[in-house]
């Protein structure tokens, strides 16, 4: 099988091609990013030499691009390139309208120009904060209506149904997954984990939103990828999966947990202002993925959190480059000419 992944250099899209071709030694992967500030080439130079991997440096809004690399001949696309950062959304939604809604049509219309004589799988990879927030109790459902409250969760729920129109129209084959809060190796340090865990090991302030008592729900990065292992070769065509790791935590919990995996005080945690449009709980029922696909997830928040840190330990001078900034100069100088 080949398999175009958009995004790949990314966090969960880097994890995903390692876990695919550990995975499946006769699959092949083209890996499509933009590079732009969360993609590190660094996150997958050990698989440069492999004959089974494929970089190409490319916008998922590059029609022609995308068009090209179809017509080469591809049986599934996993789209995780987009724009996710939440802070980064409220100052500026536009990169989030192209990346993650005007990209994903671009996809759509490339698979759908090929279609039925090409029949490519599309899997698109998207996220709980399309369902809002939510209440002391309860779970999201696939059946939750859709009602994001952020720019970015909003470009991402614009993404969500034109994949769904697609299938309904055009019979594409697509299927939407939407995941709770990653965590794991190689991911970029604006988000709330790899922070927290960067800044403990360098002594440095773990800044908290608000109260600290924002839910999320975590699961570990390689539960994610083998949940989309099964999705991709046996999940029904139109049919959205929600994947969770069973792990409420609130932020200030984490971050407790994080200070006491590296044996920092406490009192490193500073409460810092609030966001605007700051969803109080996220919480996922995953329960159609466990009955229909056999998927849970197998590595506990505790567990996860051990293995992160001892990532980040072992791993400084992957993290302080991109909190330097360093590779971002790299990047610079070695596209500037193309």
């Known amino acids: 099988m080949k398999i175009l992944v958009t995004g790949g250099c990314g966090f969960i899209g880097s994890n995903f091609i390692r876990y695919f071709l550990k995975s499946y030694p006769d699959y092949s992967l083209i890996n499509m990013d933009k590079l732009t500030y969360a993609g590190n080439l660094e996150n997958l ?5 492999s004959p089974r991997y494929h970089f190409i440096r490319g916008d998922i809004a590059d029609a022609p691009r995308v068009e090209e690399l179809i017509n080469k001949g591809v049986d599934a696309i996993v789209n995780f390139a987009a724009e996710s950062h939440v802070d980064r959304s409220i100052e500026d939604p536009s990169a989030f309208m192209k990346t993650n809604v005007f990209g994903t049509f671009v996809l759509l219309e490339a698979i759908r120009k090929v279609f ?19 209440g002391e109790t309860g779970a999201f459902t696939e059946e939750t209506p859709l009602a994001p409250n952020s720019p ?22 697509a299927i939407i997954t ?48 083998r949940a989309l292992d099964i999705v991709l070769h046996h999940g029904r065509e139109g049919e959205v999966y929600n994947i969770g790791g069973r792990s409420e935590r609130p932020n200030l919990t984490v971050a407790k947990t994080i200070l006491d995996q590296v044996g920092k005080p406490h009192s490193l945690i500073r409460f810092v202002a609030d966001r605007p449009g700051h969803d109080r709980r996220y919480a996922i029922n995953f329960s159609k993925i466990e009955k229909e696909l056999g998927w849970n997830p197998s590595i506990s928040f505790e567990e996860g959190i051990r293995l992160t840190v001892e990532w980040y330990q072992t791993h400084r001078e992957w993290w302080k480059k991109i909190k330097t900034g360093e590779y971002l100069d790299y990047y610079k100088r070695m596209y500037q000419d193309r």
């Open 152 to 173: 970015y969760s909003a470009s991402k729920t614009a993404a969500d149904m034109l994949v769904r129109a697609y299938h309904h129209t055009y019979g594409i084959p």
């Open 45 to 49: 130079s050990d698989l440069s030499h």
């Open 116 to 134: 039925p004589k090409q029949r490519i799988r599309f899997l698109h990879i998207s996220t709980d904060e399309v369902y809002g927030s939510l």
């Open 178 to 225: 939407r995941c709770s809060n990653n965590y794991g190796p190689y991911q970029f340090p604006e988000k709330l984990i790899p922070l927290m865990v960067s800044n403990a090991l360098e002594d440095k302030e773990l800044p908290i939103y608000g109260d600290g008592m924002y839910v999320r729900d975590w699961i570990y990065v390689e539960d994610h990828c």
